[in-house]
């Protein structure tokens, strides 16, 4: 079927659903609609047409104008995606890694999910899973392996060798749908989380992952656990934090941010399309429960912090609230209304408006925006890392803030022989707190330190 077949469809949806009064272009699109319907070669259906509409114009809103935001969600996955913006998932919460040796692959479980049906299975963090149902995983890739997790039913029993131990054993893991943390700390300790650094116990430390509707919740209980420590000062990591819920992500800011002598109380304002300001985000309404805190703090970004994360960024920045240490942030700062279409026909994500941070600077970069352009959130303090130190930097966090503190070394040991085997690069050198890998970690530390 014709692309603009699609739009016109599209189009007479959105009129319909929008509009009280009935033009003659509304009637054509309708009217286009029943000659498909009734005479394309394939038959199909209403629903087909319409969903394929929805797609049709979301496609063409990337291709013509490069908005790669804007899609419609169809009600087969609508579900899917509502969990993914609650932080909810569907499985058994296993962040596995591969190792691979001469003779075998081995997989290892990085960390369970924190309340996972993993965790509560008595699953830990360098557990070797031998089989999965009876089936050997040593011939497996690491993507074989992962749909078999991910694929599973109802229930699947592992065969593990537990971590410094030599008799495996059987383990029955139930799947079901749970709430994960969008809230880290620095490490483990047996039923929660540690949100001050173990080798610097007066430096708070809080990672937040991606922003759900329980974001601002957790934030604000770490906040509080940092503060009743004692600590002197905190670390916020929003590095590889795609964003998210931006509510939640203002009632962070106003738990940080006071009244500046230039910016006033603004935390960041909308524009739409024609450059027109539609409102503006203010400090002052803070959560019930929750208070203003002024401890010194250094905000971690890299170039895969974006939306949600920038703008929290960006206004600690702009208030002189916090320093910035890493690299450029990523550059989204368009704004997508989340539009639950009538009759159970799905979502439509649609971008319609633009951030811009409290000194009115732009945070999303078009399409041809050169680097010397007003786009992102630029750091304070430039720490660049290769690919390689990157990848080891996310390694190390996430088991380092996952895994139990009285396994967390022996793991992160095994995992730095590993990564050492695997590069085989005599350049590269670990550096920083052994085992903690982590240079921007480093640089932060140093400037609350005071060093």
Known sequence: MPRSNFYILLFAVLLYALTAGVTLRDRLLVATLHRIENNAYFDPSAKDLFEGAMSGMADFLSEEFGDGYSHYVPPSRQTRYLDRLENRYDGFGISIRLHENEKENLFFIDYPQFGSPAQRAGLHSGDQILQIDGMPLADKDYLETFLLLRQKEAETRLSVLPFGQTEPKDVLIHREKFHYDSVEGDYFE??????????????????????????AKEFGDALK??????????ILDLRDNPGGDVRNCIQIARMLISPHPIWGDVIVTVQDRNGTERFRYRYFVLAEGTQRCTLPMVVLIDGDSASASEILAAALQDHQRATLVGTRSFGKGIIQSIIALPFQSGILQLTDSEYRRPNGGRIHRKNDAADSDDWGVIPDKIVELSETEQLTVIAYRSLRSNALSMKRSAVLDQVRQQIAERLDDEEFKFSGAAPYYDPQLDEAIRILSGD
């Open 190 to 215: 047996t039923d929660q989380r540690i949100f001050c650094l173990e080798a610097h116990p007066t430096i708070g430390y809080i990672r937040i992952t991606s922003f759900s509707d329980t974001t």
């Open 225 to 234: 656990r940092i503060e009743q420590s004692g600590a002197e000062s905190f």
